[in-house]
């Protein structure tokens, strides 16, 4: 199949409402990552979905809706707390995990009784679900286990000849993926740490609520257990900034006949002044900004990644959810 990138603007969004409509996937833009939609009403188009990314089937999708009232399309109801998030944070970079419809089909919830729902901050995003007038589920456009595509070219890379069409807008500016918060329990549970941070939906609820640690006990979050977001080459994370000990490593890597490279904020650059090192901008924004993209672009230069992440915001610790399987657990 031949695929095609356009820019997102009135005419490919026509086409886009057309194949979504006949059942065919279109990779849009979000502010997250961008992401391979198609309708959530749509079985057929759905099963494409794991076909194209070769995602386990009981890996659930996010449905992603233009307009808030599309809730009730796809929840069977809204507890209180949910009504406060979704007032105070949709449109946003969080999702949030209700009972289903009957009428959301199993297949775009992995067989769960529960969907997720999210309404994107990005226009681009929205004026795509807008255009093809139903709830679009839509995981990353990526191939499972890659990491998540942030430009359309990185999209195109996965995709190329498995979908019809990429509508191409900016680059995503959060870079990772949303938050994701399960409100179908007695306490909301946070099972993908995002942008919005914990505190942030405690401040909204005036209460305390749970985050997802063992991610091997509980299921409730099945994509959680899978590899994620591995680079070609293999990676290890530090994360004290320990000049020496990255310094060894950097050398022991080297010595193998290999060409490392140390993936840093800016601030820490010069600490490793004649090695390879790739800074990540100055803040942990700027580093999720970029994570994916970089890591992309470092695994065809070099075949082995150091990444030193040190940073200890609430929001870092969001960054350190995906570097922990970047690395695939391997802690330098
Ligand atoms: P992705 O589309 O790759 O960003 O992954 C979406 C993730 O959201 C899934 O892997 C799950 O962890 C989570 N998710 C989606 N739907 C549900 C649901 N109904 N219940 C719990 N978690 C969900
Ligand atoms: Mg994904």
């Given at each position: 199949?031949?695929?095609?990138?356009?820019?997102?603007?009135?005419?490919?969004?026509?086409?886009?409402?057309?194949?979504?409509?006949?059942?065919?996937?279109?990779?849009?833009?979000?502010?997250?990552?961008?992401?391979?939609?198609?309708?959530?009403?749509?079985?057929?188009?759905?099963?494409?979905?794991?076909?194209?990314?070769?995602?386990?089937?009981?890996?659930?999708?996010?449905?992603?809706?233009?307009?808030?009232?599309?809730?009730?399309?796809?929840?069977?109801?809204?507890?209180?707390?949910?009504?406060?998030?979704?007032?105070?944070?949709?449109?946003?970079?969080?999702?949030?995990?209700?009972?289903?419809?009957?009428?959301?089909?199993?297949?775009?919830?992995?067989?769960?009784?529960?969907?997720?729902?999210?309404?994107?901050?990005?226009?681009?995003?929205?004026?795509?679900?807008?255009?093809?007038?139903?709830?679009?589920?839509?995981?990353?456009?990526?191939?499972?286990?890659?990491?998540?595509?942030t430009t359309a070219e990185e999209v195109y890379a996965d995709m190329n000849g498995?979908?019809?069409?990429?509508?191409?807008?900016?680059?995503?500016?959060?870079?990772?993926?949303?938050?994701?918060?399960?409100?179908?329990?007695?306490?909301?549970?946070?099972?993908?740490?995002?942008?919005?941070?914990?505190?942030?939906?405690?401040?909204?609820?005036?209460?305390?609520?749970?985050?997802?640690?063992?991610?091997?006990?509980?299921?409730?979050?099945?994509?959680?257990?899978?590899?994620?977001?591995?680079?070609?080459?293999?990676?290890?994370?530090?994360?004290?900034?320990?000049?020496?000990?990255?310094?060894?490593?950097?050398?022991?890597?080297?010595?193998?006949?290999?060409?490392?490279?140390?993936?840093?904020?800016?601030?820490?650059?010069?600490?490793f002044v004649g090695l390879n090192v790739f800074g990540m901008g100055e803040s942990?924004?700027?580093?999720?900004?970029?994570?994916?993209?970089?890591?992309?672009?470092?695994?065809?230069?070099?075949?082995?990644?150091?990444?030193?992440?040190?940073?200890?915001?609430?929001?870092?610790?969001?960054?350190?959810?995906?570097?922990?399987?970047?690395?695939?657990?391997?802690?330098?």
């Open positions: 199949m031949e695929t095609l990138v356009k820019k997102l603007n009135f005419f490919s969004l026509k086409k886009a409402k057309r194949l979504v409509r006949a059942g065919q996937l279109v990779a849009f833009p979000t502010e997250t990552v961008y992401g391979l939609g198609a309708s959530v009403f749509n079985e057929e188009a759905i099963a494409k979905i794991f076909v194209a990314k070769g995602r386990p089937q009981d890996n659930p999708l996010i449905a992603h809706i233009a307009d808030k009232k599309d809730v009730l399309l796809l929840a069977s109801s809204v507890p209180p707390d949910a009504k406060k998030i979704i007032d105070a944070f949709m449109p946003g970079s969080i999702t949030v995990v209700l009972p289903k419809k009957p009428t959301v089909p199993d297949r775009a919830t992995g067989g769960l009784d529960t969907v997720a729902i999210r309404m994107p901050a990005s226009k681009e995003a929205r004026r795509f679900i807008a255009a093809c007038g139903t709830p679009i589920v839509a995981p990353s456009a990526n191939t499972s286990g890659r990491p998540s595509p498995k979908i019809p069409l990429i509508l191409k807008g900016k680059k995503c500016e959060v870079g990772i993926e949303s938050t994701v918060v399960d409100f179908t329990g007695d306490i909301p549970v946070v099972l993908r740490p995002g942008i919005v941070t914990r505190s942030e939906i405690e401040a909204v609820l005036g209460k305390k609520i749970e985050v997802l640690t063992d991610t091997t006990q509980k299921v409730n979050s099945p994509g959680v257990r899978y590899k994620h977001y591995a680079p070609a080459c293999p990676c290890v994370l530090n994360l004290d900034g320990n000049k020496e000990k990255i310094v060894a490593r950097y050398d022991e890597i080297k010595a193998e006949g290999k060409n490392p490279v140390i993936m840093c904020l800016d601030g820490l650059k010069a600490d942990d924004k700027d580093f999720a900004h970029n994570l994916y993209g970089a890591l992309r672009e470092l695994e065809k230069k070099y075949d082995y990644i150091i990444i030193v992440w040190n940073a200890d915001t609430e929001f870092a610790d969001s960054v350190f959810n995906r570097l922990e399987r970047v690395a695939a657990h391997n802690l330098l």
